[in-house]
């Protein structure tokens, strides 16, 4: 009979248990794609077309022409991520039960919270120059802390 009793106890315990690593997950939108480091790498070659850079990565954060008629586009980011996951009761929540059901309700209302924060913060700028309007060269840097 008293199994009875601890399953649903057991049941919130475990589904209060995430980490910050599976809010993270739950958090990611995957429904743009992302200018990473990654995708300037992969897509971004000497010879290609403004046109088809805008198409990969995006509009620039920057333009500047210099007097020799380089263009420099450049792309800088930063991004800032914060997850935080808590928790209350854990093994408090399980002796209160069993106590309760024993005593008749009767017990303490001790009650636990933990928690878990994580603060991450990146940066990525990339410098394309232009002559004649194609790509003559591209320089990255990408930065996590």
């Known amino acids: 009979m008293k199994a009875l ?17 599976d809010h993270r997950k739950a958090l990611d939108d ?13 897509e971004i070659k000497a010879g290609m077309s403004q046109a088809d850079v805008a198409k990969a990565l995006g509009s620039p954060n920057m ?10 586009w450049i792309y800088d980011k930063v991004s800032t991520d ?26 303490g209302s001790s009650s636990r919270s933990s928690g878990a924060s994580s603060r991450t913060q990146r940066t990525l700028t990339i410098i394309i120059k232009f002559n004649d309007s194609v790509v003559k060269e591209f320089t990255y840097n990408a930065t996590s802390f």
């Open 82 to 107: 914060y997850a935080y996951s808590s928790s209350t009761g854990g093994i408090s929540s399980l002796i209160f039960a069993i106590g309760g059901n024993v005593a008749g309700g009767v017990g």
């Open 30 to 42: 995957s429904s743009e794609q992302k200018l990473t480091l990654g995708v300037a790498q992969k």
């Open 5 to 21: 009793y601890l399953l649903p106890v057991l049941l919130l315990m475990l589904n209060g248990c995430a980490s910050v690593a």
């Open 63 to 72: 333009v500047t022409k210099d007097k020799d008629g380089v263009e420099t």
